[in-house]
Every structure is written in C-alpha cells, then in structure tokens.
C-alpha cells in the first residue's frame, strides 16, 4: 500500500485520481486545495487531512515523514495548468513522484528543468495520458503500425465541447494560464496523435480565437485537419437535437473511430502503470507540448492551404467585449 497526496481536491478531474487510488488499495493521507468544496473525499478517503492553505499542507507532509516516520510515495496533482510545473516541483522537493494531469506544463523549455530535478532527487515525473491507454486508440495504433510503412493516412479531428460564459472568468480563460483553446481541451488528442503517428513535420494554425482553434498537423504517417471549439452555435444541429453540448469525431481515411465510450476507468489503467513502472514520463509528453506551445505562440495565416470545414465558421466576439 503506497501513501498519495493530492493537490486539487475540488476540481473536476480530482474524483478520477481519488477513485485510481483507491481502486489500487492505496491510501491517501492529505489534500490540498484553497476551495474547500471537497465533499467528495467522503466516499473515497474520509480520513484524509485536508489543507485549504499550501503552507500548512507543506508542514503536515513535512511532519509525517519526521515525526512519524510516514514517507509520501506519490502526489497527485490536479490544479490548474499554470501551477503544474510548481506543484510537481513540491512532490521531487518531498520526496514523492508526481503523477500529474495534462498538460504537464505549459512550456517546452519547463520539462528540462523537470529532468534536471528527476536525475537529482531520484523521484520520476508521470502523465496522465489516459486516451493511450482507450482500447480504441490502442487498436487504432496496431493498425497503423501494420499498415504498410510509406502509407500516409488522412484524418480530420473534431473536438466541440461547449462551454458558458463562466469559462472566460475562471482561470481556464486566461491565455496565460490554460494555454489557450488548444492546449486546454486539446493537449489530449495532440497526445494521442503524436503517440500513433510519429514526429511532426509541420504545425500550421488557420483559426485560433478566444472560443475555437484549427489548423494542420502533418506527422511521419497523418496529414490532420483539426477543429476545437467551445462555442455552443458550432455544434452539428442533430447533437443539439438531443440536447447535448459535446461532440467528438475522428475518421481515418473517411472511416469513423468508434470513440464514444471506455473512458470510465482509464485513469485507474494509468495508474496501475505507473505503479509497475510503466507509467508516460517527461519524454512521452514532450512532442504534445511542443505542439500547443507552437500553436499558441503561431500568427494564424487563415484560411489557406488544406484546412478543417469548420474553420469557415463565422467567428464571434468575445462575450465580454
């Protein structure tokens, strides 16, 4: 039985780390997060401590390992995108492994110095890449994998999940804290991308605004056309007909990836590899972030070139304009 920490503890993602440690016979023994709307502990770890202050989060670890003995083996990380990069800096300063959602951080030049701190303190950094790990995804790459080696496949990805106003107040609409739409909502699929087609060649941004991003991804074997969106209006007329707010596509060759399910326990799948060793380190994250980094820091050219259907879509303004 390993002892976690979790920094995040009222966000979104933080029930599917909560449940991948318990679903490992683990044991969480703290939490942090300045929101303390962490009900949700109760089913999972009632008698874990939990911190609303980082200093006194930071004290209590402190003092397991000194006055009880107790060392943490990991800490889990759910915060906003922005603090990733300090948080797993805490969990190698106390001894712990990170294991932390994506993005992993924001920069590429952030993972050296990662690196630096991993061969230092002996402690490893790992990702949650979850869509590796789907059973589609993994049958998709053996496909590709035996396809003959010259083959180049064509795929579009399109990726609308919509979003309220609220989002432009929260931190997730601050470029210089989410990274932007790409990065945001899409640092999982340019993962996954890169984890079936090899290296990237080329990264061409045609749209990138506050609600919707596009572009071309060429990589060793794909030439991509890609969408992101959080704007409702954007969504095929036949979803909003069943009054849903999200839509997921990706064809190969004009053949539809049958994507709609499987995504219940993958961050326990993930979890049980890093615990065996096989978990995504700093490496297996770095081509994804370099490819939202550039397509954040990347003038869009518009509409030129071979570009996704749903880049002509009227843009709007910002809500808050």
Same mark, same amino acid.
């Given at each position: 039985m390993k002892n976690f920490a979790l920094i995040g503890a009222s966000g979104y993602i933080a029930p599917r780390h909560l449940k991948a440690i318990k679903d490992t016979n683990n044991?969480?023994?703290?939490?942090?997060?300045?929101?303390?709307?962490?009900?949700?502990?109760?089913? *999972?770890?009632?008698?874990?401590?939990?911190?609303?202050?980082?200093?006194?989060?930071?004290?209590?670890?402190?003092?397991?390992? *000194?006055? /009880?003995?107790?060392q943490l083996d990991y800490m889990s990380i759910c915060t906003p995108n922005y603090l990733h990069d300090a948080h797993i800096?805490?969990?190698?300063? +106390?001894?712990?492994?990170?294991?932390?959602? $994506?993005?992993?951080?924001?920069?590429?030049?952030?993972?050296?110095?990662?690196?630096?701190m991993e061969n230092e303190s002996g402690k490893? &950094?790992?990702?949650?890449?979850?869509?590796?790990?789907?059973?589609?995804?993994?049958?998709?790459? /053996?496909?590709?994998?035996?396809?003959?080696?010259?083959?180049?496949?064509?795929?579009?990805?399109?990726?609308?999940?919509? +979003?309220?106003?609220? *989002? *432009?107040?929260?931190? /997730?609409?601050?470029?210089?804290?989410?990274?932007?739409?790409?990065?945001?909502?899409? &640092?999982?699929?340019?993962?996954?991308?890169?984890?079936?087609?090899?290296?990237? /060649?080329?990264?061409?941004?045609?749209?990138?605004t506050h609600d919707r991003a596009a572009g071309y991804l060429e990589f060793e074997r794909a030439r991509v056309r890609w969408f992101?969106?959080?704007?409702?209006d954007v969504l095929p007329e036949e979803i909003k007909a069943k009054g849903q707010r999200t839509y997921r596509s990706i064809t190969i060759e004009g053949e539809e990836l049958e994507f709609s399910g499987g995504f219940t326990d993958l961050h326990t799948r993930v979890y049980e590899g890093i615990l065996n060793g096989n978990g995504y380190?700093?490496?297996?994250a770095k081509q994804a972030i370099e490819i939202v980094h550039t397509i954040r820091n990347t003038k869009p050219v518009?509409? $030129?070139?071979?570009?996704?259907?749903?880049?002509?879509?009227k843009t709007v303004k910002h809500p808050f304009s």
């Open positions: 044991q969480l023994l703290a939490a942090l997060d300045k929101f303390d709307s962490v009900g949700i502990m109760d089913s *999972y770890f009632p008698n874990a401590d939990f911190f609303v202050e980082t200093e006194r989060f930071d004290r209590h670890v402190e003092k397991l390992k *000194y006055d /009880k003995g107790i800096r805490m969990a190698l300063r +106390r001894g712990a492994d990170a294991i932390c959602e $994506k993005p992993l951080v924001l920069n590429p030049w952030n993972l050296d110095a990662l690196q630096k490893r &950094v790992w990702n949650i890449l979850q869509l590796r790990v789907h059973k589609s995804i993994i049958e998709l790459k /053996k496909k590709i994998d035996n396809a003959p080696k010259d083959k180049i496949f064509d795929v579009d990805l399109t990726y609308l999940t919509s +979003r309220g106003n609220w *989002y *432009y107040t929260s931190w /997730k609409g601050d470029i210089s804290k989410s990274g932007g739409i790409a990065t945001n909502i899409g &640092v999982h699929f340019y993962d996954m991308l890169s984890y079936i087609f090899g290296d990237v /060649k080329e990264n061409i941004v045609h749209i990138h992101l969106s959080i704007n409702y380190g700093l490496e297996d518009g509409l $030129k070139g071979v570009y996704h259907p749903l880049a002509s879509t």
